[in-house]
Structure formats: C-alpha cells, structure tokens
C-alpha cells in the first residue's frame, strides 16, 4: 500500500489553470507566452510547422508523448501540468504581475544608486577641473 502525504502539493490542480478554467491549449499557449516564445520560435525549436503549434494552441489536436515531453522541457512546466493542470506550471497573470513590478522596483533601486556613484564622481571631476585650472591660472 502507497501512503500519501496529505500535506503533498505536488499534484493540486492549479487554481488558474486547472482543467475547469482551462484547456492543454490555453496552458499551452500561456507557457509558451511565460517563456517569452512566439509560435514561430517555438516550432522552430521543436522542428515542427508553425501550424502544428496553431493546432495545440487551438485544441484541434493534442501532440505526441515524444513531442509533449520536448515541448514541456522547452517550455519549463510538467508534462503533467500541461496535459491535465495539475501540479505547478507558471505562475498566473496576478503573480507574474507581481513578479514584474518587484522587478521594476528593484531596476530603479539600481537607477538611483547609479545615480548617486555618477553624482559623486561629477564632484570629484569638478574639483580636479578646479585644481588644474587653479594651476594653469585658468578661468
């Protein structure tokens, strides 16, 4: 007898992804869109047309195990999640929102440090602008 453990996330339906609000082509096409790929770049890189993808992203038809399993692994989600919704995939929109705006706080921490280094040596370039007209006598 397997035991499980009930604390076990591993295998919960996503709570915006699941099979009740969406499709393998909506999880499809989200983790394609997460993973920053257009149609063209992903069926490029998995060796297929263009059309195929169209037809996954679609629901027309669902791909093979050789091409589900090369897909998730381009994609970084489970085979699992995306055939079923199950386990974690990619983040949802609310999250990935969330994500960004971290992401944009801390560029501009790094825009005002920038800024702080690039004031400082403006006044150490001044002062040396100072000195060395002070030496030539230069106004």
């Known amino acids: 007898m397997v035991q499980t453990n009930p604390h076990n996330t591993a295998l919960?339906?996503?709570p915006y992804y699941s099979e009740l609000h969406a499709t393998f082509g909506d999880r499809i096409c989200a983790a394609r869109e997460a993973a920053?790929?257009?149609?063209k770049v992903l069926a490029?890189?998995?060796g297929v047309n263009i059309r195929t993808i169209q037809a996954w992203e679609y629901d027309?038809?669902?791909?093979r195990a050789n091409k589900l399993q090369m897909v998730s692994a381009l994609l970084?989600?489970?085979m699992v999640w995306l055939m079923s919704g199950l386990g974690s995939g990619i983040a949802s929109p609310e999250r990935r929102l969330?994500?960004?705006?971290?992401?944009k706080i801390e560029i501009l921490k790094e825009l005002r440090s920038i800024r702080a280094v690039n004031k400082g040596l403006l006044r150490r370039l001044a002062l040396l602008d100072d000195k060395i007209s002070k030496t030539l006598n230069i106004s």
């Not at 920053?36 to 149609?39: F, K, N, R, S």
């Not at 969330?98 to 992401?103: A, N, P, R």
């Open 98 to 103: 969330i994500s960004l705006e971290h992401d």
């Open 12 to 14: 919960k339906p996503d």
């Open 76 to 78: 970084n989600v489970s």
């Open 60 to 63: 027309k038809v669902e791909p």
């Open 36 to 39: 920053g790929l257009t149609q």
């Open 44 to 46: 490029s890189k998995m």
